[in-house]
């Protein structure tokens, strides 16, 4: 199993900057691919940016040039800096992680989400 912690959600004016931490703990063969995913009210969920253990990066079209996505293997720690913030990126963003155990079965874990509103 694998839990994920996430912190670093808020309130940010337009324009502004937030960083969302996602630390992961538990016991798993492999954690593959982490990343971000967020929920806006009655919206379905979407993604965000993710990262794979490489280095590989992927972003949704409308974060690209503003949001950054970065890990920590060793911590087994993803990151998401996101600068320029818009009032559409309100939303609850959620860490996410496709781990792999011993015998290579996937397993995929959400955190418990982490509000960000911006709001002048």
């Known amino acids: 199993q694998v839990h994920l912690m996430e912190s670093g959600g808020g309130l940010v004016q337009p324009g502004g900057s937030l960083r969302l931490s996602c630390a992961a703990s538990?016991?798993?063969?492999?954690?593959?691919?982490m990343g971000w995913y967020r929920q806006a009210p009655g919206k379905q969920r979407d993604l965000v940016a993710t990262v794979t253990s490489g280095g590989k990066t992927d972003y949704a079209d409308s974060v690209k040039g503003r949001f950054t996505i970065s890990r920590d293997n060793f911590k087994s720690a993803v990151f998401l800096q996101m600068n320029s913030l818009k009032p559409e990126d309100t939303a609850v963003y959620y860490c996410?992680?496709?781990?792999?155990?011993?015998?290579?079965?996937?397993?995929?874990?959400w955190g418990q989400g982490t509000q960000v509103t911006v709001s002048s």
């Open positions: 538990g016991v798993i063969a492999r954690i593959e691919t």
């Open positions: 996410n992680a496709l781990a792999f155990d011993m015998g290579e079965q996937p397993y995929t874990f």
